[in-house]
Each structure stands twice: as structure tokens, then as C-alpha cells.
């Protein structure tokens, strides 16, 4: 959670994380027997199912099934894109959020600072307002010249861009909520009387996008059937289906251009401080020459670390890929910022000539890896300063707090590996991935990378739990898995924190 813009109850040191798991004993049978039988699962007839298990002290390999096979890694590609920027911008990094005034017009400017929520913009307009600032004369300007187009990932599915998985990414955003959700905005729906109309508002409160309200109001105990879509390439966002009397119901919709979209909020939180700004909003740079008001600096990346990988935040990840750009080479986009993660994952050993990132977050089909590689990533970054960060900001197996199982809340349950594994999934249509870190019945930390492409029917993360379950100990028959990762979004498979299931 968040408390004064500060995450809190997120730290889990590796010790405690283990200690509270179910005893562990010795599992029976061979390890490559028990994998083997594992595989041999028919949904993954004709898959591609990349699997390796190593000593993370040696990174001796003690299993490996079609390792350096080339697999679409999902939201695995996060490993790559965290260990860079933990790497290269550092833990202690944060992003900065300017103030300026210049010639009459206000110049509200973004470096990417993904905790800007409304609350930070209302902490913003407080600021200029005591400035002595009563009225603006000319326009407020939205400056989030600091990344570079496009917006949108070049891999992305159009069908996706209504969703907040998949929001445009830019310098100046606006968060929905305390876990860092950017470029969306929540819509909330409540009941009206039987048969008419709900009521609909929107949290922040925005007038970029208009709502289509298509929703009735059901009876008390009746089935929520609402969807909340946004007509791409538009700012309209539909709202239709039936909403229970005595229930409520919200979700989360982009907002095109999310630069005139936190303008429009902190237009609204400047008038809410008395400061009037008689002009429009408009997008602009800001002169060179223009008078600081004020400086908002974010929390820092150790701490958004957290929400961003637990959560597995495709938005987060992307604007660490332009910040890294903007860092290195001056250019906040994909085109700079990914080379230099290559090159960044080329020190730590990795086989780049094996790895392509299209994306940081790996929504693209066209991001390629290896269990091999990511193992090889896994096995370098414990040396690094920032591990215990890396390490704790990585799902936990079986914690029901969401922000520290993140995706693997409701995985592994009960099991040795509960409490004891920390992996990062990822889940897209026909892939499905885990691969992180699970300590043995001898306390001896073990590295696993399992990624399955081209599976039949739904994410098999049941096997993923099998495994690293028989790496902590346990037995490798059939494991629970409560979360099944089947989306409500285009009948796909998703990663949990995306479709709310998790």
C-alpha cells in the first residue's frame, strides 16, 4: 500500500520470505525423471517448452529441456528491461516533474514520472498557488517533449489499446491509482434505480474522453454484466451491460494523449487552489529560458520497482526503456533505449545474438529469448548491489498480499514453494513463463527459467507450479493453481494483474 506517496509493507527480505514456508523433505524420484514427466503433459505436444534448472552459486546446469530454443518470453522480458534500468539508472533514481512560468504561459513538464497521480497533481497546483500565483494569463502548456514517438509499442495488438495494459507512453501521464497504472483512468459505475441508467464518474475526473453510458441497472443479486470499452481512435469510452442495485463496479480505460490528459487534471487542481488559467491547454516546449515555480521529484525506483513487477506494469516498463534512452544517448524512445539495454545485458554475459527486445515490457509477439539467457541474466544479477531489490520486487509464491505475490499470490499455495520462490510471470496468448529463483530442501538457492510458447488451450501454469514445487522440495503430482490467467479481454490469455483475477 501506499502511505504518503511512499510504498509500504513491500520489503521482503529473502530470510523471512523462506522462513515462512511449509517444511520441506526430500522429494522421491530423479529430478530429470520428475521433469521429464512433468513435460510430457499433452497440451504441450507441438509446444515449444523451454526449461533449465542451475545452482545459483555455480550455475551448474542440473536440467535442461530445449533451453536454447528461441521463445517468446511475455512479461519475462521485464527481467531484462529491470536489471538494465536498476543497472544504469539505479535504484535511487527518480523521476523529476517541473513547474515553469514564462512570458504569461504556464509550463507543466514530465521526465516519464510514473506515480503522478491526482493527488500529486493537487500537491502541485498547492505549490504554485503559493507561489503567489492567482491568475495564468496565457495558456497552460503540456511539455512531455522529454520521450519521443511513437506512443504506442510497434508490436502491439490494436485490440489492446483500449485497456490499461496496453496505454500510450509518455513523458506526462496521469495515474489511476496507487499501483501505478498510467495513461488509463478509472471508470466507476453505481446503481440507479431498476431499469434505468447507472451513474458514471470518473476518478481523476477528466473531460478528455467522453463516456457512452449504454448500462441499465439490474435487480439487487442479479449478474454484473458490465463492460467498460473505449472506441479506438477515439476518446469515447463505452459503458454497457447490467449493474446489480446495491453493487458497484469499476475499471480502468486509456486515455489518448495522456500529456493533455495531465494538463486537464492539474488545470482542475490549480482552480481548486484559486489559480485561474485564462488561456487553453496546449502541447509546447518549454522556453530555455523560463522560471522554475516548482519541482515535484517521485519516489524513488527501488520503490516502484514493487508495484511495477509484482503487478508486471507493461507501462512502467516502457518508460524505463525511454528514460534509459534519454539517460545514455539524449532520445527518450524504443530505438534508443533498447540497444542500450542490449548492450547492458551483453556485460552481465548474456548471449544477445540470442535476445531481441522489441518492447521493455513484452507485450510484442516479436521479443525472442531463451530459458538459457534469462538464466544466464539471473545467475549475474546476484552479484550486483541492488539484487535485494531486484530479488523482493519479483512475485512471491503463495503470499496473498498483492503487493508482495503480486502474480504468484494464488500460486503454489501451501506448498514448499509458497513463500519461497520468487518468480516473474508471463502470460500472453500462447505464451506462458516463470522463471526466478526457489530455494531446495537444503536451503540451496536454485535459478529455473520456463517459458512454453505455442501450448493447446490455456496458460499450463500448473506445470510452471509443479516444477518449481518439486525444486523446493515438494511433490511433483498435480498442483492447484487458483489463478487460470483466462482473460476477459478478447477471449485472450493475460497476465492476472491485467484482468483483475489475481
Avoid at 32 to 59: F, H, P, W, Y
Avoid at 142 to 150: I, K, L, N, Q, S
Avoid at 346 to 373: C, E, I, M, R, W
Amino acid at each position: 500500500m501506499l502511505a504518503g506517496g511512499v510504498l509500504v509493507g513491500t520489503a521482503v527480505p529473502a530470510q523471512a520470505a523462506v522462513s515462512s514456508a511449509p517444511a520441506r523433505t526430500a522429494a522421491a524420484g530423479d529430478l530429470k525423471t520428475d521433469l521429464d514427466q512433468i513435460l510430457s503433459d499433452s497440451r504441450l505436444n507441438g509446444a515449444t517448452a523451454g526449461v533449465t534448472v542451475r545452482k545459483a552459486d555455480t550455475g551448474a546446469v542440473l536440467y535442461s529441456h530445449d533451453a536454447d530454443q528461441r521463445v517468446v518470453p511475455a512479461s519475462n522480458n521485464k527481467l531484462e528491461t529491470s536489471a538494465a534500468a536498476f543497472g544504469i539508472l539505479g535504484t535511487g533514481y527518480r523521476f523529476r516533474t517541473n513547474v515553469y512560468t514564462r512570458g504569461g504561459d504556464l509550463y507543466l513538464k514530465g521526465t516519464g514520472d510514473p506515480t503522478l497521480g491526482a493527488a500529486a497533481y493537487d500537491q502541485l497546483a498547492a505549490a504554485v498557488a503559493a507561489k503567489g500565483i492567482k491568475t495564468v494569463k496565457g495558456d497552460l502548456v503540456a511539455d512531455d517533449t522529454w520521450f519521443e514517438g511513437p506512443r504506442l509499442g510497434p508490436d502491439w495488438n490494436p485490440e489492446d489499446f483500449p485497456y490499461d495494459y496496453a496505454a500510450e507512453i509518455s513523458a506526462l501521464t496521469v495515474a489511476a491509482d496507487d499501483v501505478f497504472d498510467v495513461g488509463s483512468v478509472d471508470v466507476v459505475v453505481t446503481p440507479g434505480a431498476v431499469g434505468q441508467p447507472p451513474g458514471i464518474s470518473l476518478s481523476p475526473e477528466t473531460d478528455l474522453v467522453t463516456i457512452d453510458n449504454r448500462a441499465t441497472t439490474g435487480a439487487a443479486g442479479s449478474a454484473s454484466t458490465v463492460s467498460v470499452d473505449r472506441t479506438v481512435g477515439t476518446n469515447t469510452i463505452v459503458v454497457s451491460g447490467s449493474v446489480p442495485a446495491g453493487g458497484t463496479f469499476d475499471d480502468l480505460a486509456t486515455v489518448p494523449d495522456p500529456a493533455l490528459y495531465a494538463a486537464d487534471v492539474f488545470r482542475r487542481a490549480l482552480a481548486a487552489h484559486g489559480v485561474t488559467v485564462t488561456g487553453g491547454v496546449s502541447h509546447g516546449r518549454t522556453p530555455r529560458r523560463a522560471k522554475v515555480v516548482t519541482t515535484r521529484r517521485s519516489v524513488p525506483l527501488s520503490q516502484i520497482a514493487t508495484p511495477y513487477l509484482k503487478l508486471s506494469n507493461n507501462m512502467i516498463a516502457e518508460i524505463l526503456v525511454k528514460e534509459i534512452g534519454h539517460k545514455v544517448t539524449g532520445h527518450g524512445s524504443w530505438t534508443a533505449g533498447l540497444p542500450v539495454i542490449a548492450k547492458y545485458l551483453k556485460s552481465l554475459g548474456v548471449d544477445t545474438s540470442q535476445v531481441k527486445q522489441t518492447d521493455g515490457s513484452g507485450l510484442g509477439h516479436s521479443n525472442y529469448t531463451t530459458a538459457t539467457q534469462l538464466s544466464n541474466l539471473l545467475k549475474a544479477v546476484q552479484k550486483k548491489s541492488w539484487f535485494g531489490v531486484f530479488y523482493n520486487a519479483l512475485p512471491i509464491a503463495g503470499q496473498a498480499d498483492q503487493l508482495v505475490g503480486g502474480t504468484l499470490r494464488k500460486r503454489m499455495v501451501g506448498t514448499p514453494a509458497a513463500g519461497n520462490a520468487h518468480a516473474k510471470t508471463g502470460t500472453l496468448t500462447g505464451v506462458s513463463a516463470l522463471s526466478g529463483y526457489v530455494k531446495d530442501p537444503d536451503g540451496q538457492p536454485l535459478i529455473f527459467s520456463i517459458v512454453f510458447n505455442d501450448y493447446k488451450g490455456s496458460a499450463p501454469t500448473d506445470l510452471q507450479d509443479r516444477i518449481a514445487v518439486r525444486l523446493a522440495g515438494g511433490s511433483s503430482s498435480t498442483v492447484s493453481s487458483a489463478v487460470s490467467s483466462s482473460a476477459r479481454r478478447s477471449g485472450q490469455n493475460l497476465e492476472c494483474s491485467w484482468t483483475r483475477s489475481c
